[in-house]
């Protein structure tokens, strides 16, 4: 069982630049970052596999968002840069053992956290 922990949402301007924090009791192969609208399927934004350091990003957030992750204290940031008011979501920190391609999809992902809103006006 893996308890996951956000934090870091908040409301700004599009444009502008925002971190979330998700820390997790226990190891996990994998960590990743999702995303859901109101009325939208849950979607991934980025995801890391711990033991090779590969990270993966749809083409929606490439090169605007990036996964890291701090082994010392179990957790892992998304910092968001030029964000825009399409990026408006609950974002949700996820952790499970996936594979390959498995990483885009949400049914692949074990644990959840309880989600962290980010906001961003025009």
């Known amino acids: 069982q893996v308890q996951l922990v956000e934090s870091g949402g908040g409301s700004v301007q599009a444009g502008e630049s925002l971190t979330l924090s998700c820390t997790a009791s226990t190891y996990s192969y994998a960590l990743g970052w999702f995303r859901q609208a109101p009325g939208k399927e849950r979607e991934a934004v980025a995801s890391i596999y711990r033991a090779s350091g590969e990270t993966h990003y749809p083409d929606s957030v490439n090169g605007r968002f990036a996964i890291s992750l701090n082994n010392a204290n179990n957790t892992v940031y998304l910092q968001m840069n030029s964000l825009k008011p399409e990026d408006t979501a609950t974002y949700y920190c996820?952790?499970?053992?996936?594979?390959?391609?498995?990483?885009?999809?949400?049914?692949?992902?074990?644990?959840w956290g309880q989600g962290t809103q980010v906001t961003v006006s025009s």
């Open positions: 996820a952790a499970g053992t996936v594979y390959g391609s498995e990483w885009s999809s949400a049914r692949y992902w074990n644990y």
